[in-house]
């Protein structure tokens, strides 16, 4: 089938398709002639309606419209002469249509595009069909087409006026029929005479407008007068309206009439449809309404869920009023009213929604920029810290500008750096408001440092109270320093936590990691904030660099600096409320760890400058005034670690070197080993002023485990190996927790000398006041030093509970001396081995030449003290011995004796040895009962110094020659002396007794010699029986077997205890 058959049958039958695959529903409806022919009586109509084929309606009407092939009617009803297709003007396609399907111009549906393609259009194109439908055509077959589209008109113009010529009669008979009878309709009337005519054309208003209308009283009786006579008034003029006029004055009272009987119910009812109309639309478009009240509902309860939901809905409503303008505008169709008044609502939806969301991003701008959480924080820490996550997101969301993580970022930044300043500035004020409070106090007594030393427990298995190492005001500065640090180097709760956390944030950012949960928002549009700049990542990592500096300087300049001088700053108030740069700063970000503290002062109570002394305190803006080394150390040693912590942290975060700046760990390194250096340079001080006043840990009381000892070599001992071990926390500094980067270094060889040095200092200076106390007694510890009566040191309050046996009488000079003795061998026994052992063990060094030299002076120290305690029996045993042989009646002769003496051998001692004897007793009496061990030692020396005193005593010349009596009393006393004393005899006595006797020997003649042998006999009775005369007396000279000293000493403790 050709084209132009195609073409035919397509217009024939008023079809868009060869194969229509259903029934056109425009041919289901009424007859043509029925629905398009003029209005008459419904009845009527289906009275003469007959039955027809249903293919009737192809069949072509006696219509002028349907003697034109291919016209067609438009859907209100109305005909024209425009073609459904036509062939090619130019003759190159019999069907224009058919060329425009194959190009996918679809003009089927579309009949204002396809007449603007067909020739026979008033609305056709030249350019778009030459375009469009020859768009492909070269200049030959375009200027054919020119030819061909001449000819046609040529001939159409050729047989239109064939047409005229065959018919010209016609249309003269035609045309002048019609002249005459236009003249007729005209000239109606006219031979009357003309009346006064009325105000011509009073038109009188449109149907629409009853509500406009006046009354039927308002038509004037002279109105109707002036009207056209009868005939008149129907002539085809323009003074009687072209024939209508007659008629139109009843016609306009009967409208006026109807208006006021119908009118208000029409009114009314076209109100009710204008209403139902509206009801209709609020109800067909429901959520468009409620967009707005939605929205402004969950921005008021922070749904940020919600509030992109509903955004995303009314965008969506705002695409489709869009997308239905733009459908309208391309069409060129004139838009309907539902289709209007949809637009027109969703505008306004949308000018609300988008005031809306322009306040809430406003609104979430400062949200963001103050979204800032503490780990000072309880409870809410979470739900704090994922705040800004949430912001980001909406912002992203909804769609912004700037970049809302950059701009976090950096007010972050800002609100770090801020807190980070103010605090570090606020703590070194706040310190140093404490110390020139401790530097003006009053400087702790004695008796406070005893306390203070004796609260460290003598039990490895009891930890020593802080709270006791001090007191309470120097407590309270170590405690602020401590809690200051801590709330800036804390890993879980202060800025140094934040900082890590920071910069975690940071890198999360920077690799993407924290943007893939974010949103993208309305097609992607934020997908370019998910990406940070070149720019802005150096400006990050400058930024945590610069934070981590001011942390550092801090601490380096706190500890290695002086106190401050400057105190215009002590007195600015604290800032309570946030700054412009940091908003929404919380109160705590501003506020001192310790809100109760003493730093709370009056303005007007100005702090008086700290007094230049010439203390080693004063050049430590961290050490307290007056601190003893206990607490120092404590706490010290606990703030480096804190120190080392953060500094292990700030190394591990790694952050990339920018610009000139040195290596960030080398720099902590630094500050690590700088503070470390301070540390131990204070407390080294502290040790050397304490070790002067150690000597107060003296307060003759007995040790409860050894007897014989006082309570000052354990409290000693406890004191050193408090010290050695904080130091030894302080040197060897361990973080709290392990991280990628160790920058604690060892300390160096100065330090440990330092330390080593100080340790022999504070022995040989406690050892020194140990022999003073004991020399001196309350005199050694200054007037300052308070005492009870007679009591030393001994609080009433520590004493209660104490056993008797556990007092001693420390107003005697020789009990302080035995005492002080056996501590002395404590000392050289247990004590001083044990701290070279522990520091060789703490230190990891060897102290060969310092364990000698210690050593040395304990052997001297104890030499002095036992020097100073025999001493004085030495010197009046010795004025006993000479008084007693210069006398004249030291040797009596035979005669003298009486009658009941025999011989010269039966004689007693003389009474010089009881003298000695009785005060051996009482010695041996008051060293067994202060300090038993050292009994053996003091009776053999003093046995030692007798022996010395009676061959120098025998040397003088007052004893130029030795008579026999005198020859016997000598040897009687010194063995007697001897026998008694034998259990405390020693070589070098036994030495002396030989020369004594060489000197006897050499002093007397042969005869007394001979008579000397002759009465050994006798001399050795009598010796026998003063023996066992004397067996009680002397009892305690005695050695006695193991056993029974044990349960001697047994017993002894049983009584004590009672």
């Keep these: 089938m050709s084209s132009s058959v195609e073409t035919e049958i397509l217009n024939k039958y008023n079809l868009t398709t060869l194969y229509p695959a259903a029934w056109p529903e425009e041919k289901n409806d009424a007859d043509e002639a029925d629905e398009y022919d003029e209005p008459a009586p419904k009845a009527t109509a289906q009275a003469i309606r007959r039955s027809r084929s249903r293919y009737s309606v192809l069949e072509p ?62 609305t056709f194109s030249p350019s778009l069909f030459l375009s469009q439908v020859h768009n492909e055509a070269s200049t030959d ?42 003249n007729e309709m005209r000239d109606q009337g006219k031979e009357h005479l003309e009346i006064p005519k009325a105000p011509q054309h009073n038109r009188g208003g449109s149907r629409s407008s009853f509500s406009g209308r006046k009354t039927s009283a308002s038509l004037s009786q002279g109105m109707i007068d002036a009207a056209p006579t009868e005939k008149r008034k129907n002539a085809l003029v323009k003074e009687s309206e072209y024939g209508v006029h007659g008629i139109k004055v009843p016609l306009t009272e009967v409208a006026v009439k109807a208006e006021e009987v119908w009118g208000p119910a029409l009114n009314g009812r076209e109100r009710e449809e204008t209403l139902k109309a509206i009801l209709e639309s609020v109800e067909h478009h429901r959520g468009l309404f409620e967009v707005g009240s939605t929205l402004q509902d969950a921005i008021r309860r922070k749904d940020h869920e919600t509030i992109t939901e509903e955004y995303k809905r009314a965008r969506k409503y705002a695409e ?127 008796r406070l440092l005893q306390k203070h030393l004796r609260s460290v427990p003598t039990s490895s298995n009891i930890t ?35 900082l890590c956390e920071y910069w975690e944030i940071v890198q999360s950012f920077l690799s993407g990691r924290a943007q893939r949960n974010l949103p993208t928002g309305h097609q992607g549009q934020s997908s370019v904030h998910h990406r940070l700049s070149s720019e802005n990542r150096a400006e990050l990592e400058r930024g945590t660099t610069e ?162 000892t006082t309570n000052l070599p354990q409290r000693f001992l406890a004191v050193q190996s408090f010290l050695l071990n904080n130091l030894q926390k302080t040197l060897y500094v361990e973080a709290s927790s392990k991280t990628r980067v ?41 007037d300052e030093f308070e005492v009870k009566d007679d009591d030393l040191t001994i609080d ?53 030449d310092e364990t000698n030299r210690i050593r040395d002076v304990l052997s001297q120290l104890d030499n002095q003290l036992f020097r100073s305690y025999t001493k004085p029996h030495a010197t009046k045993i010795h004025s006993t011995i000479e008084s007693g042989i210069f006398s004249p009646a030291w040797a009596p002769t035979p005669e003298s004796l009486g009658s009941a003496k025999k011989s010269v051998a039966d004689r007693d001692p003389s009474p010089y ?25 003091i009776l053999r020396s003093l046995f030692e110094s007798t022996t010395t005193s009676l061959i120098q005593t025998f040397q003088s010349n007052k004893l130029a020659t030795i008579s026999l009596p005198q020859l016997m009393q000598a040897t009687l006393d010194v063995e007697f002396m001897a026998q008694t004393l034998a259990s405390y005899t020693t070589d070098q006595a036994s030495q002396i007794q030989t020369d004594i006797y060489q000197v006897l020997d050499r002093k007397t003649d042969n005869a007394a010699r001979v008579r000397l042998q002759e009465e050994l006999g006798s001399l050795r009775t009598t010796l026998k029986r003063l023996r066992e005369g004397t067996k009680v007396q002397f009892a305690c000279f005695r050695r006695t077997k193991r056993g029974t000293t044990g349960q001697m000493q047994a017993g002894e403790e049983e009584r004590g205890r009672r």
């Design 547 to 708: 934070l981590i500096s001011i942390l550092r300087d801090h601490l380096l300049s706190f500890f290695s600096d002086p106190p401050i001088e400057d105190v215009s700053q002590l007195y600015s108030p604290l800032p309570m409320s946030p700054t412009p740069t940091t908003p929404g700063t919380p109160l705590s970000a501003a506020l001192s760890p310790t809100s109760a503290s003493r730093t709370r002062f009056d303005p007007s109570k100005i702090p008086p400058p700290s007094p230049s002394r010439g203390e080693t305190w004063e050049k430590y803006a961290f050490w307290p005034p007056h601190s003893n080394a206990l607490s120092g150390s404590h706490y010290l040693s606990k703030t480096l670690v804190l120190i080392s912590t953060a500094a292990n942290e700030l190394a591990s975060l790694q952050v990339p070197e920018t610009g000139g700046s040195s290596r960030l760990d080398e720099s902590l390194r630094l500050l690590l080993g700088g503070v470390r250096e301070r540390c131990v340079q204070a407390v080294c001080a502290a040790w050397n002023t304490d070790a002067e006043k150690l000597k107060v840990l003296e307060d003759w009381t007995r040790n409860a485990d050894r007897k014989d």
């Design 61 to 122: 009407s006696a219509r002028y419209s349907r003697q034109v092939p291919g016209a067609e009617r438009t859907k209100d009803g109305v005909e024209n002469l425009v073609q459904k297709d036509e062939q090619d003007p130019l003759g190159m396609y019999p069907s224009v249509v058919h060329v425009l399907r194959t190009k996918n111009i679809q003009v089927e549906d579309d009949i204002k595009l396809r007449n603007r393609f067909l020739l026979s259009s008033t």
């Design 742 to 782: 160790d920058v604690v270094v060892p300390p160096s060889n100065k330090l440990l000398q330092m330390v080593r040095s100080q340790f022999v200092t504070s022995l040989y200076r406690t050892l020194s006041g140990m022999v003073e106390c004991a020399e001196r007694g309350r005199k050694a510890l200054g």
């Design 913 to 937: 040895v009881f003298t000695v004897l009785l005060d051996l007793v009482i010695v041996h009496t008051e060293s067994s009962t202060t300090s038993a061990p050292l009994t053996p030692r």
């Design 141 to 182: 077959s375009l200027l054919a087409g020119l030819d061909f589209l001449s000819r046609s008109i040529e001939k159409k113009s050729a047989s239109l006026k064939v047409l005229v010529e065959s018919n010209f009669d016609r249309f003269v008979g035609a045309k002048a029929t019609i002249d005459r009878v236009y």
């Design 796 to 848: 009433e309050q520590d004493n209660e509970g104490v056993y008797d046996w556990v007092r001693v009488d420390a107003n005697k000079k020789s009990v302080r001396l035995l005492l002080t003795l056996a501590n002395m061998a404590a000392f050289q026994t247990e004590v001083t081995p044990q701290l070279l052992t522990l520091f060789e063990t703490l230190f990891s060094v060897q102290l060969s």
């Design 320 to 446: 489709e009023a869009r997308y239905i303008v733009e459908q309208a505008t391309s069409a060129q169709t004139p838009l309907t009213d539902a289709d209007i008044h949809r637009v027109i609502v969703t505008a306004r939806m949308w000018s609300d929604v988008e005031r809306q969301i322009e306040h809430f991003k406003r609104d979430s701008w400062k949200r963001l920029t103050a979204a800032h959480f503490t780990h000072l924080q309880t409870g809410a820490d979470e739900t704090k810290s994922d705040e800004y996550l949430s912001i980001i997101s909406i912002l992203l969301e909804l769609g912004v500008e700037e970049n809302p993580i950059w701009l976090w970022l950096l007010s972050r930044y800002e609100y770090l750096k801020f807190r980070l300043s103010n605090m570090c500035q606020r703590s070194v004020v706040e310190i140093e408001i404490l110390r020139r409070h401790l530097a003006n106090g009053q400087k702790p007594s004695l």
């Design 464 to 498: 020593a109270e802080p709270s006791k190492l001090d007191t309470p005001k120097v407590i309270e500065f170590w405690d602020h320093v401590h809690a200051s640090m801590n709330t800036l180097l804390s890993n879980k709760g202060g800025l140094l936590a934040e």
